[in-house]
């Protein structure tokens, strides 16, 4: 494991030359999340699809567990069990807009992750780095359990457990556990524990922050450096579910799977489970007795149970609910957590937008009216007067503050960014296939796709490396 | 599947361009015995080992269920439920003396497959080829079901079902149906079905023939242009016990295995079977409710069924027995058949060697005693007396005719040749492993192997073709 070893040193210095200037030194954190058995244990794979232009290079990294889709270059990394999703990556030809100025893309963008460290993480989107829109770069980054990183350049930079950077560049940023950034470029910031902070240049800015006290409860590091907190808790007890998924190569879906839906077989389904035309469910995403209405879509990391969701429902990477009705065209958003139970039931209303990081884990039933924006820590139905809002009220705003929430600027384009962007993902993932070839999205592209599965060197000096690998479409 | 048909008939010009001339057109056997669905039903694999250098380079080309082991180059080819198995290719700085002449290996040789047509097909060892003997290299070649080559530089050759190419350079030959040949340098030469064509330049010459209407019986192409006889009747019976150990990731070896042996998780174990220390069970072998003694090995495509192999005992790649009892340091060669049955039960003496492509089906029950040559066709104990001779007594022959086998040469360098190969191919697996390092053979260095798989295009123009990847050890 000489190489393994060196890689991680390696990998640390870079990190820390970036870090222990805004006072944080990875160096623990990283030692006490590997655990060099798992590095060996698990297989890489990549997908191989007709939709997706192909470009893999992965080289001097150890890539245990983690999935690749569309143009990646991975150098002198560890991505553990993550995924490295390049379906909406800009192709050649593409024009983008830079400080006001077109220009056009000279060849397709490729992922490229240089290092870093990332375990868990999922990675999606294309960049927004104005710099060289050729590249989705991660560089000297480390990002812990369930982070998201989304459309987002990052150059030296520590994601906490569960946090998420969204469309944005960020250089030398911190985002502590559960944290949600978007906005746009960002520098030398650290971002606190548990905040969401939506900063659109000018526009508006939303600015959440929970409780830390409570936050400790849902995540957070116990003495032995391990994660603690119901988040974790929730994920560890269903990760059993997983082993078969990946230990078998047939692929067997277990319920019927409309013509125009995708189902991965690297999902899990369990109980009795209704898949309707134009749904999605992608790898990692967990659906236990539920149904799945006509375009809604389970995200990476997702896990619906126990739960009804009507047509047009996004459920974004990591988002979780139990025992929840979801109703027309809502949106869960990223690491949401759903957490109802059998006697306290969750309903969300048509239209409604469940922000990012949202934590809904009710005492009682708590029912959520059509077209309201839901946001922070909510118990109670009572606590919803402070955590949601109609979306016509909430676009009236200019200045609010509200519980441990603030925005400022202007809220109907708030509202309005939010909607749009849940239908360019509703569009992106098929919900709005109607047959023709251009309404098809990624639940009629991901059809025919080939897994294929790559491994480390299991013993030696090179133990837990996996060789070069460089695969081309040509 | 543009882009797959071309490539078939671009193999089909390159073949055919050598093999026309010789009075065979290859296009039919080609066109019949490729069935497009199964193009793209099964995955490929390459082993990552530390023992072995790595380097795959596969362009332009349909590899589905082959295995590769070893430094490979393959270029606009199929190579259909395959194993390439460069474990015993030459490395760096070897001496190898051509035309008495010492030269030096520059790079470690590579297994280069070019134009070429492959299915069920095992390729092993190295190159005999003194041009470049860096590289292992088959080209312009058809090699249909179950054919072998070993150690044979092939060029513009056709290998008719089961037939066996070894140690051999051969250009634009024809090897019929279940013929074997090993003889050095062959060019523009057809050998027919049945033939076992041994000749070591100027020392000897075997040369055996089955009766054709035999020969029928066991492999001959139907009206319908399938593969029919015994042979492929014993091999389709037992397809189906393969599944399970292709659909899973799982190893899981349902039976003890010593520390110092190997047995492929690509192979069939079924019902009671004991492996002893040093034994080796190659991917793709088939031992059912039988027991290998110390050092005994079943190579690839060989079956094992109710039988017993005492210690160093070598099944070769495709030897197949039932309700037989082998003795110590037995030689079955390739492609033998020991059919025996529950009422004609064989029994093979120690240190005898069944010759390859020998037919062994009893219609009474068989001993063979110990130290004897086996060859030919076997139906009863008297069939012995035309097929058989003590080892002793071979040794004494200079001129030999004997049933429809003929030897000329020195009959003590023949029986020495075969031994001293036995023990090489002993020496080589491992059997003779005593715990130093450098006794080990491919039981023990097998062991740190992860497998990677690969699979082709499932959909558009490339349907059927894998992309281009390249796999390098650095």
């Known amino acids: 494991m000489e190489r393994l070893k060196k890689l991680i040193n390696h990998i640390i210095s870079r990190i820390n030359a970036n870090l222990i200037p805004m006072g944080l030194d990875i160096e623990q954190a990283i030692e006490s999340t590997i655990n060099s058995a798992d590095l060996t244990r698990y297989y890489a794979y990549y997908a191989l699809s007709i939709d997706h232009p192909i470009y893999f290079r992965f080289q001097e990294s150890n890539l245990g567990g983690s999935y690749f889709l569309g143009k990646c270059d991975v150098d002198r990394s560890i991505i553990h069990l993550s995924d490295i999703r390049g379906d909406e990556l800009k192709a050649k030809g593409t024009v983008v807009k830079v400080g006001g100025v077109e220009t056009e893309l000279y060849r397709d963008e490729v992922i490229q992750i240089i290092n870093s460290f990332m375990i868990k993480t999922l990675v999606h989107n294309h960049s927004r780095n104005p710099e060289i829109p050729e590249y989705f770069r991660i560089l000297n980054t480390v990002a812990m359990h369930y982070s998201n990183i989304h459309g987002t350049t990052i150059e030296g930079a520590y994601l906490g457990p569960f946090s998420t950077a969204d469309l944005s560049v960020l250089h030398n940023c911190i985002l502590g556990n559960f944290s949600y950034v978007q906005a746009g470029y960002l520098t030398r910031t650290s971002i606190d524990p548990g905040r969401v902070w939506i900063m659109a240049d000018g526009k508006y800015v939303f600015d959440y922050r929970y409780p830390l006290d409570v936050l400790e409860e849902y995540i957070s590091w116990d003495s032995n450096g391990e994660l603690a907190g119901h988040f974790v808790e929730f994920l560890r007890g269903r990760r059993i579910d997983f082993l078969p998924v990946y230990d078998s190569l047939a692929s067997k879906a277990t319920i019927p799977v409309p013509e125009s839906a995708f189902l991965s ?94 934590i809904i884990h009710p005492d009682e039933p708590i029912s959520i009216p059509d077209e309201t924006l839901v946001w922070g820590y909510v118990r109670t139905q009572k606590d919803l007067a402070t955590q949601s809002m109609p979306l016509s009220q909430f676009a009236t705003q200019r200045n609010l503050t509200i519980g441990n929430m603030s925005f400022n600027g202007d809220g109907a384009a708030f509202v309005k960014d939010f909607q749009n962007r849940i239908e360019h993902i509703l569009v992106a993932n098929g919900a709005r296939y109607n047959g023709e070839q251009d309404s098809r999205g990624h639940a009629q592209k991901t059809k025919s796709v080939s897994y294929n599965l790559f491994q480390p060197y299991l013993g030696g000096e090179k133990e837990g490396m996996f060789p070069t690998i460089i695969v081309n479409d040509n």
Chains 1, 2 share one sequence.
């Open 265 to 358: 077989r690297y999902a899990v389904i369990k109980g009795d489970c209704v898949l309707r035309p134009n749904t999605l469910v992608a790898q990692r995403a967990y659906i236990e007795n539920s149904l799945l209405g006509k375009g809604s879509n389970a995200q990476e990391n997702s896990y619906i149970v126990d739960s009804t969701l009507a047509d047009l429902v996004v459920v974004a990477h990591g988002g979780k609910m139990v025992f929840s009705e979801i109703e027309e065209k809502v949106f869960i958003g990223f690491n949401s957590f759903l957490y109802g139970a059998q006697e306290n039931r969750i309903k969300v209303g048509a239209g409604s937008i469940v922000m990012p990081h949202t």
